[in-house]
């Protein structure tokens, strides 16, 4: 990603913040021969057991990416966007050299991508995950208002992915967006 000094994000905080808040990120592998991206909800886990920071989540078994482990990959995180039009105001103050723009937050998570098939650990993912996305709900499901039975069927039809945060670099473009 193009990162001018001024654009770039110091804060680890701010950055964690941002992947929190925005969890659905574009998981970027290659298959050998083209680029592929998948839209995967992810768990952001600071200090992860070797206290490295790690990226977790799930996808369905029959899903190809998860054999993709072992590669080196990509996940995008987008906060908020707003188009910027040029101001009046401020065409008149430059002579109308001024032209519109987009102001943005941006995470790039960089990593190595590992699967787990662990039952234990994707049901540990699965609680985790369900109890973040719930808690602002009204009347919030947990993965225990399931039969066990359904649950257990489900933790076969799915494949845990997980990727160890090497490389976190983040760019706030121009004002912070409005909510």
């Known amino acids: 990603m193009y990162l001018p000094t001024r654009d770039r994000q110091q804060d680890p905080q701010a ?5 929190r ?18 839209h995967i909800p992810f768990e952001f886990v ?18 190809p990416l998860w054999r993709r482990a072992g590669q080196q990959v990509l996940v995008v995180f987008r906060g908020a966007a707003a188009y910027v039009p040029p101001g009046r105001q401020e065409k008149l103050a430059t002579g109308g050299r001024v032209v519109p723009t987009w102001d943005y937050q941006v995470v790039h998570v960089h ?64 004002a912070p967006p409005a909510p």
């Open 21 to 38: 808040q925005h969890a659905l990120g574009m998981l970027v592998t290659h298959d050998g021969a083209l680029p592929d991206a998948d």
């Open 111 to 174: 990593g190595r991508l590992r699967a787990v098939e662990d039952p234990a650990w994707l049901l540990d993912c699965l609680h985790r995950q369900t109890g973040h996305h719930e808690a602002g709900q009204a009347h919030p499901w947990a993965v225990a208002d399931a039969p066990p039975a359904y649950i257990e069927g489900m933790l076969r039809a799915i494949v845990g992915i997980e990727i160890a945060v090497e490389r976190i670099e983040g760019k706030w473009k121009g």
């Open 46 to 63: 600071e200090g992860g057991p070797d206290g490295q920071d790690l990226l977790r989540a799930h996808v369905a078994r029959a899903n």
């Open 15 to 19: 950055m964690r913040a941002l992947v």
